[in-house]
């Protein structure tokens, strides 16, 4: 009888560990319906209530993989702005963007076509890259207001990927352009990181929130408020990542 009644006691132990177990995996589960994160480092608190208005548009190519992380910068980013779009995919091509094809199609019809496109990435001796200020204070820039900021979202390996792949479409009509480097940071930025969730390839990169940032602080009439508000997005992302380290390992996988 005894021994009955400790199977007894051991299986309701089971079950209620069993049942805490569920629970706490369901609540970890749980996505904002307005912010898609995680409920437990859910960002609407810091999300505009009314989406930041740019002159500039902004051109997101996001990596099918970059989906999987919950601490992706990106979608946060997209819902700061009303004047970003995000295309999942591997390569930008005539037909996925509507923006795109046009500047595509006005460089085919004019010789003389000045771009108002550009494409973030660093430069290298086979594709040379502008430092945005030079490019943007040029003779033939500076009257120009409406640019569209291109930006390849994902793992340093991918977004070198994606930039190749799509470079025969982009070099009609958009000129690579980089954040200015500082020769004693290894090669990095002038910008400091705010936001840490991956390993780097080297000192000075950045999450692609903070690289839009920095780009519209350059590129809009009033850049530096627009760039404050994304860049303390980004500062109170990490923040939420430091108080659920779970949710940090876990977008690492």
Known sequence: MDSDRQLDNCAAVCFLAGDYADGH???????????DRPVKVCLCNIIPSEPITTVTRIVILHHPHEQRHKLATVPVLSKCLDNCDVIVGRRLRYGVCD????????ALRNPNFTSRAIY???????????EI???????????MTNYVLIAFDGTWKHAREM?????SFLSKFAVQVHLDYDIGNDGGTIFNSDLILRKEPFSGCMSTM?????CLRILEPNGISIESNLIEAVALMGWGIWQYPSYAEASEA
């Open 25 to 35: 995996q369901q609540d970890r589960r749980k996505i904002c319906s307005n912010c």
């Open 99 to 106: 923006i795109l094809d046009s500047l595509h199609d006005d």
């Open 120 to 130: 973030l990435f660093p430069g290298a001796d086979t594709s040379p890259s502008q």
């Open 133 to 143: 200020n030079h490019w943007k204070s040029s003779k033939n820039n500076v009257e």
């Open 163 to 167: 930039m190749r792949a799509s470079l």
């Open 210 to 214: 903070e690289a839009v940032a920095h």
